[in-house]
C-alpha cells in the first residue's frame, strides 16, 4: 500500500520514523516512450494523432493488462510498476519471462501491422529493481521512488524506436524462468539478444550491465 508523506515540519522526527520503517516493494518497472509523437502532432490534426496514440496505448497497455499497473505518464512516454508479489499472483504470464514476450510481442504487432497509419513504434526500458519503495508526495497518487527507478530511466538513453532495453538484473530473472520452465536459453525473443554491454549512466555511481534486444 502506498504510504503518502507530507509533514510541514523539515526536521519533524516522526517523518524521519515513518520513512525509516517504510519497506522496499521489490518488481519490475520499465518505462515505454512513443516515437515521433512529437512530430506528428505538427503534421496532422486531433484526429490523426489522437487516433494514433489510442491505438498504440491500445496495443501496449490494454492488450497485456498493463492498465493497471501505469504509474505515471509524461507526454508520452509511461512508467509502469508491477510488484513482485502482484506479477506473481497473475493467473497466467506471470513470470518476468512472459512479460518480455508480451512487450517484445506488442512492438512486433505494431512494426509489422500492414497498416502502418495506426500505430506509432515505441521504445522501451525494462529493469528489476530491489531499491524502490511504494511512496507519494502528492495525496491520492500512487508512486514508486528509488535508486532502481531512476536507473530504469536512464537505460531509456540506449534505447531507439522498436528496442528493448534490459537490465542485467532483469536478464537474470528472465534466464531464471527459463530454467524453471524447462525452456532452451535462447526461447522466444532471447534469439535476438544482444550481448552484456557495459555503461556509466549520469548520477549511477557503478557502471551498469544491460542488454538490448531489437524488434524484428
Not at 17 to 34: A, H, Q, T, W
Request: proline share 4%; net charge negative; hydrophobic share 40%.
Amino acid at each position: 500500500m502506498v504510504q503518502y508523506i507530507h509533514y510541514t515540519d523539515p526536521t519533524s522526527p516522526e517523518m524521519v520514523r515513518v520513512l525509516e520503517e517504510i519497506p522496499r516493494c521489490p518488481g519490475v518497472c520499465f518505462f515505454m516512450d512513443i516515437n515521433r509523437s512529437t512530430d506528428i502532432k505538427y503534421q496532422g490534426g486531433l484526429k490523426d494523432w489522437g487516433r494514433k496514440l489510442n491505438n498504440t496505448f491500445n496495443n501496449l497497455l490494454y492488450a497485456n493488462h498493463f492498465q493497471q499497473h501505469v504509474v505515471k505518464g509524461i507526454g508520452d512516454e509511461m512508467m509502469l510498476f508491477i510488484p513482485e508479489d502482484a506479477l506473481k499472483k497473475k493467473f497466467s504470464n506471470n513470470t518476468c519471462f512472459a512479460l518480455l514476450e508480451d512487450i517484445y510481442s506488442a512492438l512486433y504487432l505494431i512494426k509489422n501491422h500492414p497498416d502502418q497509419d495506426l500505430y506509432l513504434n515505441c521504445k522501451v526500458a525494462i529493469h528489476y529493481c530491489t531499491e524502490v519503495y511504494n511512496i507519494t508526495f502528492f495525496e491520492g497518487a500512487d508512486d514508486y521512488y528509488g535508486s532502481d527507478v531512476d536507473l530504469t530511466a536512464r537505460l531509456m538513453a540506449r534505447s531507439a524506436e522498436n528496442r528493448i532495453v534490459l537490465s542485467e538484473t532483469f536478464y537474470l530473472k528472465v534466464a531464471n524462468d527459463l530454467v524453471n520452465l524447462g525452456l532452451p536459453p535462447d526461447a522466444g525473443c532471447l534469439k535476438r539478444i544482444s550481448d552484456r554491454l557495459m555503461e556509466n549512466f549520469k548520477g549511477v555511481p557503478v557502471s551498469t550491465a544491460y542488454r538490448v534486444i531489437e524488434v524484428q
